[in-house]
């Protein structure tokens, strides 16, 4: 089972940068895609990001495409959602998660059904 702690959060003008870090625990998160999604109040959660057990692939939101970047170190079992040139809209709780489907698929999924280990989020909210 692995476990995942988001941190990096916080309150930003728009245009600003944020990186958010997924830390988890169990050393089967290595071999497992790991996504990003947010949570705006009265959304539905919606996919962000999402990156391959090796970091071999990687897909958008096209929402956030050229502003974002997914990222991880297997060695420190993070991953990373780099985020620059951020909007009001991009105001949410933002959560990561590890894809449930299976270890070592090379395919990505943007479904949250797909994902589990689901961590507690982190706040990012951008004033205009």
């Known amino acids: 089972q692995v476990q995942l702690v988001e941190s990096g959060g916080g309150l930003v003008q728009a245009g600003g940068s944020l990186r958010l870090s997924c830390a988890a625990s169990?050393?089967?998160?290595?071999?497992?895609?790991m996504g990003w999604f947010r949570q705006a109040p009265g959304k539905e959660r919606e996919f962000v990001a999402a990156?391959?057990?090796?970091?071999?692939?990687?897909y958008y939101a096209d929402s956030v495409k050229g502003r974002f970047t997914i990222s991880r170190d297997n060695a420190k079992i993070t991953v990373y959602l780099q985020m620059n040139s951020l909007k009001p809209e991009d105001t949410a709780v933002y959560y990561c998660?590890?894809?449930?489907?299976?270890?070592?698929?090379?395919?990505?999924?943007?479904?949250?059904?797909?994902?589990?280990?689901w961590g507690q989020g982190t706040q990012v909210t951008v004033s205009s």
């Open positions: 998660a590890a894809d449930r489907r299976g270890q070592y698929y090379t395919s990505i999924s943007s479904r949250p059904r797909d994902f589990g280990s």
């Open positions: 169990g050393r089967t998160f290595r071999s497992y895609g």
């Open positions: 990156i391959t057990w090796n970091g071999g692939s990687t």
